[in-house]
């Protein structure tokens, strides 16, 4: 049978749209009742709306959005393997630099290419039938909608059957578009939180005061990295010359098991500004960060950062800060990290408070990795190839091992320029999370997978202090290397660690979560889902593979 071009997109576009649901039935490997009615539902209702109006052009346009969700579910499968779009990805998309997203498509063209051959076509053949006025004629129409609605009928007893069977199940977490359009809700809501946290926030306070004397004058700098993995970092037993300058370093207590909570940037950095976790996330609406703290015990704060300015909680938590400076206001490109320290010594060198609070907000180690770092830092070649590419994995890995060798190199220049002025001062430094570059055989790559992987997880988390905070405070020193093998999650310590530090009192104080403390104890593993819930790490709910290597990290 030959058909028209207005029959074979009543047909066909089904067809296309199903895919995405068919490809999550094996990646995400489904309950066999789950797969049928995530299969057959849909495809029963998608058949019934292309084959119940006569004018087919202008039901394949309004059908547009879900195309655009099963596109940006196939990049995302390519990208990380499994799962749906979550909530996460939806904000990224708002909260991310410009520049970032901007190299990731460039590198996504294979992806990108198959979505523009799958979906363009049926936009463009439904195009032609609109301006032609090309319709279904009744005879089409009657026949296939009664199979449509046969179709969607078997479906709704299948899915009245899961409901059955599996007491978890619920169509806005299995079924594909449902769950997709229940995080795009979510996100909207997220999103006006956010925008909403000056006034839902306002009235917070830390009752923070100082618990040392007026006498000592102090500096505190905290370091976030972004997408800095424990596995390539030689101070945590990689076999490259990565970490060449803190290697050297004195007065360095590193925290060998540290996993992050949260492999996602505006989830991760606000947990590790502030006493939040995984478990009670959802307060971040009405809470402020550690630089709040600070200023209520009488320290002059300053947020450095070298990311954009995109209305998150972290940008809202920086302008808490006395002195503010995002280096992208004044520069046409992105700068290398090194500029911030470059701002810390004109702070440290020029400044006359006595006690101060810095935070470096840094770009780090986020794709595309070559542009990271100055050329002079170029140690492992060739560090070129910029494709999303499991076959490019060793030059991507070269140049990813750059990045740490230039975050290696700045915060050694923090640390001399800390310790030549003498005063009693700690830097302290943790990465948001890591990153996948294609390190096993299921090719993933990049991080904030609704799921994350050990290689996300697994982050650095170090502590330097000064001979002279040494000299004040040598117990502090004593515990946290005594600390240094314990599991760790930054996500939890780096608030309570430096408020511990700096001897701030707050009821906001974790004593049990600071690694300075004889008191600290090594927290319930959990990571901070999609949708703000804390789901433990384990053998149900990680993969296989994430989940022995973490075991092997908390067992070594």
């Keep these: ?321 006395d002195t503010v400076v995002y280096l992208p206001d004044s520069a046409s490109s992105q700068q290398y990290d090194g500029e911030l320290i470059t701002l810390l010594n004109t702070l440290i060198a020029n400044h006359r408070h006595p006690k101060q609070f810095i935070v470096l907000h840094t770009y780090g180690s986020h794709f595309n990795y070559s542009e990271r770092y100055p050329r002079s830092f170029a140690h492992f070649k060739p560090d070129d190839k910029t494709d999303a590419n499991a076959s490019d994995r060793p030059q991507l890995i070269n140049a990813y091992d750059n990045t740490i060798r230039y975050i290696d190199s700045y915060i050694k220049q923090a640390i001399d320029t800390l310790q030549a002025s003498h005063i009693t001062s700690a830097l302290i430094y943790a990465s948001d999370h890591g990153e996948d570059i294609f390190d096993d055989s299921r090719n993933r790559f990049l991080h904030a997978s609704p799921v994350p992987t050990y290689y996300q997880l697994r982050v650095p988390f170090i502590v330097w202090l000064s001979n002279a905070y040494i000299s004040q405070f040598p117990e502090k020193y004593q515990t946290m290397q005594a600390n240094s093998q314990a599991i760790v999650s930054p996500s939890i310590s780096l608030y309570n660690t430096t408020i511990d530090l700096a001897g701030i009192s707050t009821p906001y104080f974790n004593k049990s979560a600071s690694v300075a403390s004889t008191n600290f104890k090594s927290p319930t593993l959990f990571y901070l889902s999609d949708r703000n819930e804390p789901i433990l790490m384990d053998s149900t709910t990680l993969h296989r593979l994430d989940y022995n290597l973490l075991k092997n990290t908390i067992n070594h």
């Design 1 to 321: 049978m030959t058909l028209n071009k207005q029959q074979f997109l009543a047909l066909f576009t089904p067809l296309i749209l199903i895919v995405p649901n068919v490809a999550l039935n094996f990646t995400d490997h489904l309950p066999v009742m789950t797969s049928l009615v995530n299969i057959i539902l849909p495809l029963g209702i998608y058949i019934t709306v292309t084959t119940s109006f006569s004018r087919i052009g202008v039901t394949v346009w309004c059908l547009l959005p879900i195309m655009i969700f099963c596109g940006f579910q196939i990049v995302l499968l390519y990208l990380y393997g499994c799962s749906i779009i979550g909530v996460d990805m939806f904000l990224n998309v708002v909260t991310s630099n410009p520049d970032e997203i901007s190299e990731l498509l460039g590198n996504l063209i294979i992806a990108i290419s198959s979505l523009v051959v799958i979906y363009i076509p049926f936009l463009v053949i439904a195009t032609i039938c609109i301006c032609k006025g090309l319709m279904l004629t009744a005879d089409f129409i009657k026949p296939w909608r009664n199979v449509g609605l046969a179709v969607t009928a078997l479906g709704t007893v299948l899915l009245c059957i899961s409901y059955t069977v599996t007491p978890s199940f619920a169509v806005t977490n299995d079924i594909f578009p449902a769950n997709v359009t229940k995080n795009l809700c979510l996100a909207f809501q997220r999103h006006a939180q956010i925008s909403n946290y000056p006034e839902t926030s306002a009235r917070f306070t830390y009752n923070a005061i100082s618990t040392h004397p007026d006498s000592i004058p102090e500096i505190y700098v905290y370091v976030i990295g972004e997408t800095s993995r424990a596995q390539n970092w030689q101070l945590l037993g990689y076999d490259r010359d990565t970490n060449p300058e803190l290697s050297k370093a004195e007065n360095l207590t590193v925290f060998t098991r540290a996993i992050t909570q949260s492999a996602t940037t505006h989830k991760s950095v606000p947990m590790l500004l502030s006493p939040l976790t995984a478990e009670d996330f959802d307060s971040i609406s009405n809470r402020k960060s550690i630089i709040t703290a600070f200023r209520e015990a009488g320290f002059y704060t300053s947020f450095l950062s070298n990311q954009r300015r995109n209305r998150s909680y972290t940008e809202y938590f920086g302008n808490e800060a």
